[in-house]
């Protein structure tokens, strides 16, 4: 048998994470607990591109666009969707989350969906480091894992 792992080594990878500006006062802080752990996994700053789109709605096209660049390794999507929010709240999670799928699929890498789906503000605040875990740390480490687990297939 053989068991095939990805570890969390990221030197040298090439990282670009995508950021939505709707309810960036959670995915600023995506994006900071992100960041930090990218560099705790010795991913060089040098080797990330930040691109904030105006919703998480616009994530998957910017991500399918980066994803096709040689240059890329891997895609980080950044969101915070929240139901309290809008009436349309799942149009919004499921493009968002369907378009990132495909953007992967599509291209072969990983396209990381640190998106966050909840019901009120509330429980994001929990999950975006403020009062809490922070997903944007478990992105960097999926996209991380998930290179290196590719690259041994
Ligand atoms: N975008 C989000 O990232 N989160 C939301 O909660 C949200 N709500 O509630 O509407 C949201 N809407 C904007 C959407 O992503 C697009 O930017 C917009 O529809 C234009 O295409």
């Known amino acids: 048998m053989k068991t095939l792992e990805g570890n969390h080594g990221g030197r040298g990878k090439n990282i670009a994470i995508l950021v939505s500006r709707f309810n960036d006062f959670i995915t600023k802080d995506l994006l900071n607990g992100c960041l930090q752990e990218l560099d705790r996994l010795g991913v060089s700053k040098t080797n990330i591109t930040v691109a904030w789109v105006p919703g998480s709605f616009e994530l998957p096209v910017a991500a399918l666009k980066f994803a096709k660049k040689k240059s890329v390794d891997a895609v980080i999507c950044l969101g915070a969707i929240i139901r309290g929010d809008t009436y349309h709240f799942e149009m919004v999670a499921q493009g968002a989350t369907q378009g990132i799928m495909q953007a992967s699929i599509l ?33 960097a480490v999926t996209a991380v894992e998930m290179i290196n687990l590719l690259k041994k297939i």
């Open 107 to 139: 291209t072969g890498k990983p396209v990381i969906f640190g998106v966050l789906t909840t019901d009120t503000l509330e429980q994001a605040y929990k999950r975006c480091g403020k009062k809490g875990e922070n997903k944007g740390i478990d992105a």
